[in-house]
């Protein structure tokens, strides 16, 4: 099996504080393609939200496509574009070309120097993905550390995948512990188990996605297969870890009556008797045209939590509280 490696409630009191580690490396450089204040939906409290480049699954639904790769991208609001080509003018590297007034970049050989950005006369092309020191990162979100002393809040990593950024994301979450701020993340849970446990030790709140209980079905929807996510999933859970279970309900792939009888089944197994059952919205369905690529569910009706009714209700069958 494949495994990438890194390419680079309210306490002051942290995991890492209770023992004796070495000291965050603050000059420690990884790839975030956006910083989210005000968050109220990624753990606890007010938090900052640090979404992290490169995921190992690519899922066919997601919503934020441009976390998928590794390396920064640009990204085209045909919206915005006066198709006057001057950003394929300026590139030194030949990298930028319009097909059928289409713009796309070639990844292969684009390095990322941003001149076509800077130069569009229509703010039509936003470069996604920047390379930040764990200090820099820090720096943003110290800014509203008093919002999250009021509200048990703190910082999450998301992404994207932190575990795909291990060396980044560890010195990340060492220094907000170090600096007495609350830790959460957002994980496919997809990496080798000595990587997950290395890094879910700095975290105080764990939210962990199931996108599929048949392991061939959920290699279908992402490119992997679950058996190491569910592993690592019981692990921290059997830790004693602050873990919460998620699973995105996408038509078509996970969301018959079927799938929630076997979900359930296997999360019990894992150690869970609770899950937060997330419905499929079409909340990124732009980026995918802002990155010239295609998306397969295009136009596909969005789910709401009175559509998922039944669906919940077969989780309280087996004694496990589903939520929206």
Same mark, same amino acid.
């Given at each position: 099996m494949k495994f990438f490696v890194d390419i680079c409630t309210y306490?002051?009191?942290?995991?890492?504080m209770k023992t004796n580690h070495e000291k965050a490396d603050r000059?420690?450089?990884g790839t975030?393609?956006?910083?989210?204040?005000? /968050?109220?939906n990624d753990g606890p409290g007010i938090r900052t939200v640090v979404f992290m480049k490169g995921c190992p699954l690519h899922c066919a639904w997601c919503a934020n496509p441009e976390s998928q790769s590794a390396c920064p991208q640009i990204l085209w609001d045909k919206r915005k574009c006066i198709h006057c080509q001057q950003c394929a003018e300026n590139c030194h590297l030949s990298a930028i070309s319009f097909h059928e007034d289409h713009f796309h970049v070639d990844?292969?050989? +684009?390095? /990322? +120097?941003s001149l076509c950005v800077r130069e569009c006369p229509a703010a039509a092309l936003k470069k996604e993905g920047e390379r930040n020191t764990v200090q820099e990162v820090l720096n943003i979100v110290e800014q509203d550390r008093v919002?999250?002393?009021? /509200?048990?809040?703190?910082?999450? @990593?998301?992404?994207?995948e932190l575990l795909m950024q291990p060396r980044f994301a560890e010195n990340l979450l060492k220094a907000a512990h170090e600096n007495g701020l609350h830790t959460a993340c957002e994980t496919t849970g997809f990496a080798q188990k000595e990587t997950f446990a290395k890094i879910m030790k700095h975290v105080d709140w764990i939210y962990m996605d199931l996108k599929h209980w048949d392991p061939h079905k959920h290699k279908e929807g992402t490119g992997v297969f679950n058996e190491i996510i569910i592993e690592n999933m019981k692990y921290a859970i059997d830790q004693g870890y602050d873990v919460h279970v998620r699973i995105p309900v996408i038509p078509g792939f996970n969301d018959t009556i079927e799938d929630a009888r076997h979900?359930?089944?296997?999360?019990?197994?894992?150690?869970?008797?609770?899950?937060? @059952?997330?419905p499929f919205h079409q909340f990124g369905e732009n980026?995918?045209?802002? @990155?010239? +690529? /295609?998306?397969?569910?295009?136009?596909k009706k969005a789910y709401h939590p009175e559509d998922l009714e039944e669906y919940r209700k077969e989780f309280e069958k087996f004694g496990m509280h589903a939520f929206f």
């Open positions: 306490t002051p009191y942290s995991k890492v000059q420690c450089r975030v393609f956006n910083i989210q204040k005000f /968050s109220v990844d292969t050989i +684009c390095d /990322s +120097c919002f999250y002393e009021e /509200s048990g809040g703190g910082i999450t @990593l998301s992404g994207g979900f359930a089944e296997t999360l019990r197994k894992a150690g869970t008797d609770e899950v937060q @059952l997330l980026k995918y045209d802002m @990155l010239d +690529c /295609s998306y397969a569910y295009e136009n």
